[in-house]
């Protein structure tokens, strides 16, 4: 059965996780679905249009102001009857709360709410996680909904994050990975400029492997951008800072290896994207990427903040390229049999369906 799919999502951007989640989602439901897309806007909208998925932006759709979220609840109860909405899902917790009242505020016809828990959050307000099912991408999201938000565990379903295997190109496919395009070992590294993904450890682990002709790709922007760049041109470190853009497959590519430092994290999409494209991976042994990346057997997981541990696990890959490649063939298996839209796609179907036939 056909279904309206609304997906609601603020700062749809090509720098925010949430935002490629929700395009995944998008873009594989609308095969069998209408899908529709409500935002504030961003950088990555021509993602949706080139998929031919409409969607409306209410810019100020994050605003706080109560005149402005009546307005917005207003907005969205209309979109929600106007184009007969059966399932509305959203993926930000304000969304979430303007989503719920402006259904709450329909007489026939109410559509099912579904929320997605992308996130290991700190504050709790006590009226967030309040739609028909919540999904947690990860069992570390899982644990925080049931030990900080005391949800019902019947509400909580757990689908994981994922990545599309329409990333990959033929040559990964076709060729076999040679990685000798210069004098440096590549790191690559992708995410927000932010305390919780703490580039600041790797930046460090690398000034201490300056002897040992090691360049980094940084890809993301955010508030800590000025003081990388300080701490990158104060120690001389051989880095490149690259605004996040909608083709990152050139980088995965060059790159040895893929290192994510993170303090928290639920379950990373550029873990995946590193399985997918077959990159050695390194990660901070915390949340979600401690779930799936099993140490020395298809990654290496070092202590969060320790740039000493972090830099012999790089030199641990930088020197046994057959046991990096090893690592990188087993963390692809992983990905490709059980984190891409082949295997996710049918579970957020099926939950969709059960909620529409309750």
């Known amino acids: 059965m056909k279904y309206n799919i609304l997906h609601i999502t603020p700062d749809f951007n090509y720098a925010c996780g949430r935002s490629y989640y929700v395009y995944l989602l998008s873009k594989y439901l609308s095969k069998k679905n209408n899908v529709f897309v409500v935002t ?35 907005k969205i109860r209309s979109f929600i009857i106007d184009n007969n909405i059966r399932i509305v899902h959203t993926h930000h917790r304000l969304t979430e709360i303007l989503a719920l009242q402006a259904i709450k505020k329909i007489k026939k016809n109410k559509p099912s709410s579904v929320f997605t828990s992308l996130s290991i959050v700190k504050r709790k307000y006590n009226i967030e996680y309040r739609s028909d099912m919540i999904i947690a991408v990860s069992i570390s999201v899982k644990k925080m909904l049931l030990n900080k938000f005391s949800l019902n565990k019947d509400k909580i379903t757990l689908i994981n994050n994922f990545t599309d295997t329409d990333e990959i190109h033929d040559l990964e496919i076709i060729s076999p990975r040679f990685r000798q395009h210069g004098k440096y070992f590549i790191v690559l590294a ?9 580039f600041e450890t790797l930046l460090k682990a690398l000034n201490l492997l300056k002897r040992e002709n090691i360049g980094l790709i940084l890809v993301g922007e955010g508030n800590n951008d000025i003081d990388y760049r300080r701490y990158i041109a104060k120690k001389d470190l051989n880095v490149d800072i690259i605004v ?31 399985g997918l494209h077959r990159v050695p991976f390194i990660g901070a042994d915390v949340d979600g990427i401690g ?68």
């Open 40 to 74: 504030n806007g961003g950088d990555s909208l021509e993602r949706l249009e080139e998929k031919k998925i409409e969607y409306r932006v209410i810019k100020s759709l994050k605003s706080k102001n109560p005149l402005t979220i009546a307005r917005n609840i207003k």
């Open 291 to 358: 779930e799936l990346i099993k140490d020395s057997v298809n990654g290496l997981l070092f202590k969060a903040g320790s740039e000493q541990e972090l830099a012999g696990k790089i030199m641990k890959f930088k020197n046994d390229k057959s046991f990096a490649e090893t690592c990188a063939v087993n963390l692809h298996k992983d990905v490709v049999n059980y984190y891409t839209q082949e295997f996710i796609i049918p579970q957020i179907e099926q939950l969709y369906k059960s909620l529409v036939q309750r």
């Open 190 to 198: 992708i995410g927000r400029f932010h305390k919780d993904k703490d």
């Open 244 to 274: 996040p853009q909608k083709n990152l497959l050139r980088y995965f590519l060059v790159a040895d290896i893929c290192v994510l430092p993170s303090t928290r994290d639920p379950f990373p999409n550029f873990m995946l994207q590193s």
